[in-house]
């Protein structure tokens, strides 16, 4: 059974940095391409960054990049979104995804398995 458990969300002050986790039960993460979304309050779902199977090819939204930085460890079958610069326009929930079908990377119906999420507030 697959099982995503996202993990480190917070409440933090503007220009901080925050790390979330997602531990994966069920499969094998270098197996599957990994991604992070986020949804603030009455906005739509928008894709944050992935981590393709196998090589491990990372994209991010034009509004992250420099700023968070996604990665895996294996052995413990978990990917990270290190998140640093933070802003208050990246206060959302945060949720894990997992198993790309090849529709669009940082689509949100292009996913098969979804976390419950984290919560994210950033403070100015």
């Known amino acids: 059974q697959v099982q995503l458990v996202e993990s480190g969300g917070g409440s933090v002050q503007s220009g901080g940095s925050l790390r979330l986790s997602c531990a994966a039960s069920?499969?094998?993460?270098?197996?599957?391409?990994m991604a992070w979304f986020r949804q603030a309050p009455g906005k739509e779902r928008e894709g944050v960054a992935v981590?393709?199977?196998?090589?491990?090819?990372?994209n991010y939204a034009d509004s992250v990049k420099g700023r968070f930085t996604i990665s895996r460890d294996n052995a413990k079958n978990t990917v990270y979104l290190q998140m640093n610069t933070l802003k208050s326009d990246d206060t959302a929930m945060y949720f894990c995804?997992?198993?790309?079908?090849?529709?669009?990377?940082?689509?949100?119906?292009?996913?098969?398995?979804w976390g419950q999420g984290t919560q994210v507030t950033v403070s100015s």
């Open positions: 981590i393709l199977a196998g090589g491990g090819t990372r």
């Open positions: 069920g499969f094998t993460i270098s197996q599957k391409s």
């Open positions: 995804a997992a198993e790309l079908r090849g529709l669009g990377a940082l689509r949100p119906d292009s996913y098969t398995y």
